[in-house]
């Protein structure tokens, strides 16, 4: 039997719950999704064709042909409401709304694929969102708080007091400046907190725990715990200077961030994504990156267009 | 040519003779450039070639018109696609606008996820797009459609199935 023959009805239906669990960040599903794969050649085979549907999705992956596809989801209009309220926010803070439209249409500001937003607030504080992320501003007179939904942002409070705490809240937790500089990720379930001047006082959901992190360090927060402080990695905010910088990744890791702010789609072949790779990279110069790649990974850039480019092995 | 091809050949030919100028009347008065109208008449007819010839034909141009509609289809599809995508590029800055090529290509991969695409509802449609494309959570699927999370992991369900089908076939 080839691998291209369809798998029985109740295969198929298995495949597709296991990768609607997965995509949803179900916890510790790799291993079982393991023992279910090697159970069956069947299951196996599901789950490869499966995953051939995104490599069909491709060539219209560059902003514009997403937006023709979108098209009629976006006549509709859903949430109205909360769009009228965002807009008005957005107005009221002078911000233009030049952002392409994915994602995070509720937030008050949001950045798509590859873009960064900077905003200065009412209190002079700054705020720079990475690409793909979403925030709320929820300032009051007793705080200034600001709920990340998704992505990063890098915070810089105001030097002048303000007598009101400032608050960055994610799903896992919240982060109370000390008067500083810092980072704060939140992606599937986990939040990354990378302290860069002075220090942020980390708590974790409703446990009422707190922990001071100093400069120089990183905590991560999930399910309701406060992980240990570690030694931030160099370069957590280079992407706010326009650059990327690794230290000892899979080179398939560089490339999905690299990705998220290349127009088009730009991806490794299985045979080279795990090849380690140390360095700085420019975020949106995707040619002077992957030139660079080339110089020091035995690689070479495979291209169907502009657009849609791909790492394989460098002929000998 | 074999004995076969060549009688195919004749049997598409009598056909033209017979039906061919009833069937561009039809187009003609479904859509309006006469140009466009003798091309997809004549596209039929080739398409009648690649089939396999059914002598006992009795209505041959209940044939003619399923395969003309099919054609129309496509044809208006690719019109409202080309149409749509020149207006999304009317917003591209000047220095990255696509050569006439790249965009003949990117209509074409347009038109092929269309297929792929076919025959979901609108929400699923929008529900995979947002999951595949940009990457949007169950939950954040769900707030934009206003709809629940159960619901959108079913339109995704739906995708994925309707993708496979077209790529692999219907399942055993």
Redesign the interface.
Known sequence: MTS??????A???AA??W??RL???EPDIVSRLERWLAEDERHRRAWN??G???R??D????P??????????RK?P??LRSLAVAATLIGALGLTDRLWP?????ADVHTG?GEQHSLRLPDDSHLQLNS?SAIDLLYSDQERRIRLR?GEVLVDTAARGDPRPFIIETAEGTFRALGTRFLVRTHAGSTRLVVLAAAVAASPGDTGQTRIVRAGEQIIVSGNRLGPSEPAPPGSDAWSRGLLVVQDVPLGDLLEQLDDYH?GHLSADPTVARLRITGTFPLTDTERALNALTLSLPVQVERT??WWLRLVPADR | MTAEGSSQRQWVETLYRDHHGWLLGWLRRKQPCPQRAEDLSQDAFVRLLGRERMNDLREPRALLLTIARGLLIDHFRRSDLEQAYLEALAQVPEGEYPSTEEQALAIEALEQVERLLDGLSARARAAFLYNRLDGMSHAEIAERLGVSVPRVRQYLAQGMRQCYVALYGTPT
């Open positions: 291209d023959a369809p798998v029985p009805e295969v198929l239906r597709i719950d990768k609607l995509d949803d960040g064709q499966l051939t549907i995104d069909h999705l060539p219209v992956r560059p514009v042909t997403r937006q023709v596809l979108q098209r009629s989801a509709r859903p949430l994915l994602g995070h249409w509720t694929r793909r998704e127009t267009t502009d």
